[in-house]
Nanobody
Framework: VQLQASGGGSVQAGGSLRLSCAAS????????MAWFRQAPGKEREFVAG????????DYADSVKGRFTISRDNAENAVSLRMNTLKPEDTAVYYC???????????????WGQGTQVTVSS
């Protein structure tokens, strides 16, 4: 099983980015596909997640209203649209998969390699 994350980059505050995560090796329709982020010196934190089969979503309060997670048309893929980005959103973003809705990192069995998002003020 592999999770391939893409779409990171550098933007100015107020800008937007779209991250994509494509899974291969098995299907994850009933699983919770999520994004975490980790800034230097900080713990990895939950950002947003979605159950591909139902569309149920969960968002961290810090990104609610600015970020949108969605299912891609491609099988086993999800996207994270990030609007109104702030410098504090700067981090390495990881996609991950868990068998249920959870914000706890140790519950996730599969992880992608991470993609850097940098927001300048």
């Amino acid at each position: 099983v592999q999770l391939q994350a893409s779409g990171g980059g550098s933007v100015q505050a107020g800008g937007s980015l779209r991250l994509s995560c494509a899974a291969s090796g098995r299907t994850f329709n009933g699983y919770f596909m999520a994004w975490f982020r980790q800034a230097p010196g900080k713990e990895r934190e939950f950002v947003a997640g979605i159950i591909r089969s139902s569309g149920n979503t969960d968002y961290a309060d810090s990104v609610k209203g600015r970020f949108t997670i969605s299912r891609d048309n491609a099988e086993n893929a999800v996207s994270l649209r990030m609007n109104t980005l702030k410098p504090e959103d700067t981090a390495v973003y990881y996609c991950a998969v868990a068998p249920f809705i959870t914000r706890i990192a140790r519950s996730y069995r599969y992880w992608g390699q991470g993609t850097q998002v940098t927001v300048s003020s």
